[in-house]
């Protein structure tokens, strides 16, 4: 099993930047890509960004491009995202999630492990 734990949220105002972390323990040698998703209050969880471990290679939402990177510490298996230009839509609660490398790494259903969330507010 993998254990993942996010930290990092807050409240920022509009134009501000956040940075989140999400370290991994347990059977870490399963991980092929980490990613982060969102959910906002009354919506769905959405994709925000994934890397994959070997070779680094990143995918963002759209709505995030430009703004949020998404970077790995191999050695300490540790995911991190970088929030810049923040707007009061992307607020939510911000999921870490793990995978075995399988799919596209767009979608919830290419990651078998979840952090608890860390909540990020920006406010207008």
């Known amino acids: 099993q993998v254990q993942l734990v996010e930290s990092g949220g807050g409240l920022v105002q509009t134009g501000g930047s956040l940075r989140l972390s999400c370290a991994g323990s347990?059977?870490?040698?399963?991980?092929?890509?980490m990613g982060w998703f969102r959910q906002a209050p009354g919506q769905e969880r959405e994709f925000v960004a994934s890397i994959r471990w070997s070779g680094g290679s990143e995918a963002y939402a759209d709505s995030v491009k430009g703004r949020f990177t998404i970077s790995r510490d191999n050695a300490k298996k540790t995911v991190f995202l970088e929030m810049n230009s923040l707007k009061p839509e992307d607020t939510g609660v911000y999921y870490c999630?793990?995978?075995?490398?399988?799919?596209?790494?767009?979608?919830?259903?290419?990651?078998?492990?979840w952090g608890q969330g860390t909540q990020v507010t920006v406010s207008s």
């Open positions: 999630a793990a995978g075995s490398g399988r799919g596209s790494g767009l979608s919830s259903s290419d990651f078998h492990s």
């Open positions: 347990g059977s870490i040698f399963s991980i092929a890509i």
